[in-house]
């Protein structure tokens, strides 16, 4: 009775299973804005209505989708990087000035030869053992 529903030999031209999702604009502007507040791909996935695995399959297969999210991480690294700087160059903030310094232009504290100086630089030695 199923035997006329069945696949015939050489009929190509029928597809199997659900058609391939493509994501809409407006779902890849979504997702940039998710990827650029951090979150991870499987709470991208949940928003969207998709599984993981299927959003994995459209990063791979399809590159506006792994670009979509590339540039929404890169946009929201970038206007920290500038709040960041502002808060550096504003002279209201020593410490942002001194941490961009640091790991920007990669300057370092300069070792201080003369042991004593520092008050708070202290030297322990192990207590010698009388084995005897």
């Known amino acids: 009775m199923g035997c006329f529903l ?5 009929d ?3 597809k199997q299973g659900r058609p391939k999702l493509k994501l809409t604009p407006e779902q ?4 940039t804005r998710l990827a650029g507040i951090g979150c991870t791909i499987k ?11 299927t959003l994995d399959r459209r990063i791979a297969e399809d590159p506006k989708v792994s670009d979509a999210l590339d540039k929404g991480r890169a946009l929201a ?3 920290v990087m500038n709040a960041a700087f502002n808060m550096a160059i504003s002279e209201k903030n020593p410490y942002m ?3 961009w310094l640091r790991c920007r232009l990669g300057w370092t504290e ?3 030869e003369t042991p004593g100086d520092d008050p708070f630089n202290m030297n322990y030695s192990r207590p010698s053992r009388d084995v005897g």
Do not use: C, E, N, W
Request: hydrophobic share 40%; aromatic share 4%.
């Open 77 to 79: 690294a970038s206007k």
């Open 12 to 14: 190509s031209a029928r």
């Open 110 to 112: 300069p070792k201080d």
């Open 6 to 10: 069945a696949k015939k030999k050489g």
């Open 43 to 53: 709470q991208i996935a949940h928003v969207l209505d998709v599984s993981q695995s």
């Open 28 to 31: 890849l502007v979504i997702a």
């Open 97 to 99: 000035t001194t941490f």
